[in-house]
């Protein structure tokens, strides 16, 4: 029997144990946040002339732009292949991507030396520079995630545009707007749907043209001519794994059933990427004969080896099984372990891979690095948790829905 | 989809086509500047004349207005047992190392930028805030710098310094090669106080030649390359040794240019914006297809 989905606003306290903790660590991070923004990155940071770029750039910026690929591939597989059965997943997967990419700009900011130069990228070109290409995709595909997310603002507010006091009255113009905006963008969805594709795969491979140019400072089982296409590869495995990660927890944690039925197809597909990108980054090694590195026992071959084998191998297999697919907590075990496997692989890029010429130590995030690290990604939780009560985001069964009615695309 | 919604999609996708290509004629314009001059000024340090005076760290301090400690405190050579590289406070150290031909003179070795032929500075900074002027130098902009430090995750001699502890506008901190002072007709400030000629400065070309020269006339004083020549496609700075570069903490670098190969694959995916409006095209192609078949399969 086929039921029908749709996009329901959460109703649950906010508050909950997990919360006060997530709210605690947030608080942890700003406030050594604060301690960057008076005293210098230096004050709080790990990092010197040898180490330039630690775990903000590894983790809050690379894997942050990777964890978020949820939303192009959702994107790409309801919207440009009309997969409609997929259609529920694609809001979740939306609103990640769009908080994500937000913490990502977030955490460029803090990091920068001058943060309010941010804008300089945008009238100082130098198109020889990966940052750059990465800078701008990054910004103008933030901007489209926003747009793409509108009609689920417009869904929630139009008809229901209730300001108090003296904003009163601009209720009336303010639906107004709404509905204009509802139906201009539903006619021009289709090229923002597409751009953020397009943007997508432009900065996902692109951020793995940034280390090429260190070029020798970077441990040879990474470095590689094909990074960029690793992290493009990359990205698009890590996309619907991430789906099936976060939307488990989200069910688990508003009290719903995880939706096996979608999830469990979602998860046919991940094997074959996974193998594709396994199959570049093996055939990679052996062309540039870098397995010999595996062969003692240092940091970089120990991490290559997990990254490998925890993030790729294990959870390729499982996501081969019947058994795993029919399974949610094997399904959500074999998905964590693949977002684990890209987190790690980018952490061992820009961070682990990275050896200076020099050095009078080796470089490891200081606590105040990993508090606003921690901090941000929980920030971001507690971003999600609030919009998904607030907007209708989270698909669930609709007994009420005949059969005529279907998604149009709403972002 | 009604046909004016297919009408609106080709204009909407070639108006945007359009628009890319009209972006990437500016793009191609965008850039720092690079030039790679014929008649380029470099030096020529000869770690084997060198003396270990350190006149040339006190000097440099000096013309570029860091706090400079009086230079009798200079003759300390306590500080030769630890290795130091250029930071925030120094554009320039010197380093000593053994000379097993004779142990009563060590080596000393001056570091500083290289101020490379194709600097990797130069192609990485995202908002083109460093550039290779006419003179031979690599100079960096600080009314550009966004303090992102990829020229320091870049540089291969891992020379750009950050002031990691100022909060509001920490700069990148390294030798300019004392660009305004030869503006002015003045010379390298390391160059002008070096009492024993250590350091010729001069047209890069006329310095290799003199470089081969004294390795073709003194053979057993120097090993025979010259640190520079080839070095990541040449570097301003060239460097005459008596032990191989490696053992004076010289790092091993291929001949071809630090920028290369990300250049080329940014180029590669960029080249004037057609992979991309490609591939919009084709994924629009591919979106109005299906629609049209799952339309179909519901009529």
């Known amino acids: 029997m086929e039921h029908f989905m749709r996009p329901t606003q959460m109703q649950k306290k906010f508050i909950t144990p997990g919360v006060i903790v997530l709210i605690l660590l ?3 991070g700003l406030i050594f946040l604060a301690g960057r923004f008076l005293f210098g990155i230096g004050s709080v940071t790990n990092l010197n002339n040898q180490y330039p770029w630690g775990i903000w750039i590894g983790i809050d910026v690379a894997a942050g732009v990777a964890l978020a690929a949820g939303g192009f591939t959702t994107a790409a597989l309801g919207h440009l292949m009309h997969r409609e059965q997929y259609h529920a997943l694609v809001r979740p997967a939306l609103l ?4 994500g990419y937000t913490f990502v700009a977030l955490g460029v900011s803090i990091d920068i030396g ?3 130069y941010i ?21 103008i595909y933030m901007t489209v995630l926003y747009i793409e997310f509108l009609p689920v603002v417009t869904e929630r507010f139009i008809g229901r545009v209730n300001m108090k006091g003296f904003l009163a009255r601009f209720n009336a113009p303010m639906d107004k707007l709404l509905r204009l905006l509802d139906r201009g963008l539903s006619k021009v969805m289709f090229v923002f749907i597409i751009a953020g594709v397009v943007l997508s795969t432009l900065h996902q491979s692109s951020l793995g043209t940034l280390m090429v140019i260190a070029g020798p400072k970077m441990h040879p089982l990474w470095q590689t001519p094909v990074l960029p296409l690793l992290f493009l590869l990359s990205a698009i495995a890590v996309g619907f794994p991430m789906v099936i990660f976060e939307s488990m927890i989200a069910a688990r944690s508003f009290g719903l059933k995880p939706e096996m039925e979608i999830l469990s197809k979602l998860g046919r597909m991940i094997a074959p990427i996974l193998g594709i990108y396994l199959a570049f980054k093996i055939g990679d090694m052996f062309i540039r004969e870098t397995f010999v590195y595996l062969t003692t026992f240092t940091t970089a071959s120990v991490m290559f080896m997990i990254e490998v084998l925890v993030g790729i191998v294990i959870p390729l297999r499982m996501f081969l099984s019947r058994d795993v697919l029919k399974s949610p907590l094997l399904l959500f075990i074999a998905a964590s372990l693949v977002v684990f496997g890209v987190l790690l692989n980018r952490i061992n890029n820009f961070v682990v891979a990275y050896t200076p010429p020099y050095s009078f130590g080796s470089y490891f995030p200081s606590v105040g690095e990993i508090s606003v690290t921690v901090g941000f990604i929980s920030i971001l939780v507690l971003l999600y948790r609030a919009a998904v009560m607030i907007f209708p985001v989270i698909s669930v069964p609709d007994k009420s829905l005949s059969s005529k009615a279907k998604y149009t695309i709403r972002g | 989809m009604t046909n004016l919604d297919r009408r609106s999609f080709f204009k909407t996708t070639a108006l945007l086509g359009a628009g890319l290509t009209g972006l990437s004629v500016s793009e191609a314009k965008a850039g720092p500047k690079n030039i790679l001059s014929p008649d380029r000024m470099g030096v020529l340090v000869d770690t084997t004349v060198c003396i270990g005076c350190r006149n040339c760290e006190w000097a440099c301090k000096t013309a570029h207005n860091l706090p400079t400690p009086p230079i009798e405190s200079y003759e300390d050579r306590s500080v030769f047992e630890k290795m130091r590289r250029p930071d925030e406070t120094a554009l320039t150290v010197v380093n000593r190392y053994d000379n097993p031909k004779k142990p009563e003179l060590p080596y000393t070795v001056k570091v500083q930028c290289m101020h490379c032929d194709h600097p990797a500075c130069v192609s990485a900074c995202i908002v083109g805030a460093f550039s290779k002027e006419e003179n031979g130098a690599v100079i960096w902009d600080t ?41 002015d007709g003045k010379m390298p400030a390391c160059a002008e106080i070096c009492p024993v000629e250590a350091l010729t400065y001069g047209p890069r070309e006329e310095l290799v030649r003199i470089a081969r020269d004294r390795v073709k006339r003194f053979p057993e004083r120097y090993v025979e390359q010259i640190y520079g020549e080839y070095e990541v496609g040449g570097t301003g700075w060239l460097y005459l040794t008596g032990r191989d570069a490696a053992e004076l903490q010289f790092p091993k670098l ?15 995916i960029f080249a004037y914006f057609v992979p991309p409006v490609s591939l919009y095209a084709l994924l629009g192609a591919l979106m109005w297809i299906t629609k049209n078949r799952t339309d179909e399969e519901e009529a």
Not at chain 1, 96 to 99: E, Y
Not at chain 1, 119 to 139: Q, T, Y
Not at chain 2, 147 to 169: D, K, N, T, V, W
């Open chain 1, 119 to 139: 804008w300089h990228p945008l009238i100082m070109w130098n198109g020889n520079s990966a940052l750059f290409e990465v800078g701008i995709c990054v910004m």
């Open chain 2, 143 to 183: 009314g550009k710098c966004i303090g992102c430090r990829y020229c320091m995750a870049a540089c291969p001699f891992q020379i750009p310094a950050f002031e990691f502890h100022r909060a509001i506008g920490p700069k990148i901190i390294k030798c300019d090669f004392c660009s305004e002072r030869r503006k």
């Open chain 1, 96 to 99: 990640t991507a769009m908080l």
């Open chain 2, 254 to 268: 291929g001949r071809n240019p630090a920028p290369g190969v990300s250049e080329s694959i940014q180029h590669g």
């Open chain 1, 26 to 28: 947030a608080l942890n």
């Open chain 1, 114 to 116: 001058r943060y309010y």
